[in-house]
T-cell receptor, first 113, second 116 residues
């Protein structure tokens, strides 16, 4: 079945540093979503991407939908302690607007004050 | 906007009993909702897709008679874990698709189920 490879698996960075994570697949996706999950909570939608090449920002977060439609990346600039959590990419394939998402394995981010 | 609630947030039950978890979209209509299960330090595992007014579609390996799903209205879906066993202990998360328009899937806060 379809799979998303998310990397890195974990990151430990200093406060103020920039962070980059990405997801790749051998399959084409029509929508990419990025979520953040805090411990014991449900994932929170950060950014949604709908067109190949689309670059979207949400505050210090920037995400891009790869031109090939097989990858996406998320950047966090000037990290702060509250950025700590698990970040998941998720892709939607097919033309249905009610389809299910395929999730990456997650990137665990730790920020040292 | 786009808030999804779950109730209860945590529940402890005895083995053999049934537990119902509710998922509500508070400020939007959702013709499609999803139920996920998440083990510690793992990604989300889709259990089933719940469509308003029709039977749920279960993922391979998920027992439909054990995990009963009812999507009674455009804002409510329920998951009932029947005859729960300790191995059913997990974090259950629902999500809802905003009806119409672009694809946006919002998650509830999750329900921690512990079966003793």
């Amino acid at each position: 079945g379809q799979q998303l490879n998310q990397s890195p698996q974990s990151m430990f960075i200093q406060e103020g540093e920039d962070v980059s994570m990405n997801c790749t697949s051998s399959s084409i996706f029509n929508t990419w979503l990025w979520y953040k999950q805090d411990p014991g909570e449900g994932p929170v939608l950060l950014i949604a991407l709908y067109k190949a090449g689309e670059l979207t920002s949400n505050g210090r977060l920037t995400a891009q939908f790869g031109i090939t439609r097989k990858d996406s990346f998320l950047n966090i600039s000037a990290s702060i302690p509250s950025d700590v959590g698990i970040y998941f990419c998720a892709g939607l394939s097919g033309s249905s607007n009610t389809g299910k998402l395929i999730f990456g394995q997650g990137t665990t981010l730790q920020v040292k004050p | 906007g786009a808030v999804v609630s779950q109730h209860p947030s945590w529940v402890i039950c005895k083995s053999g009993t049934s537990v119902k978890i509710e998922c509500r979209s508070l400020d939007f209509q959702a013709t499609t909702m999803f139920w996920y299960r998440q083990f510690p330090k793992q990604s989300l595992m889709l259990m089933a897709t719940s469509n308003e007014g029709s039977k749920a579609t279960y993922e391979q390996g998920v027992e439909k008679d054990k995990f009963l799903i009812n999507h009674a209205s455009l804002t409510l879906s329920t998951l009932t874990v029947t005859s729960a066993h300790p191995e059913d202990s997990s974090f259950y998360i629902c999500s809802a698709l905003v009806a119409g328009g672009i694809y946006e899937q919002y998650f509830g806060p999750g329900t921690r189920l512990t079966v003793t």
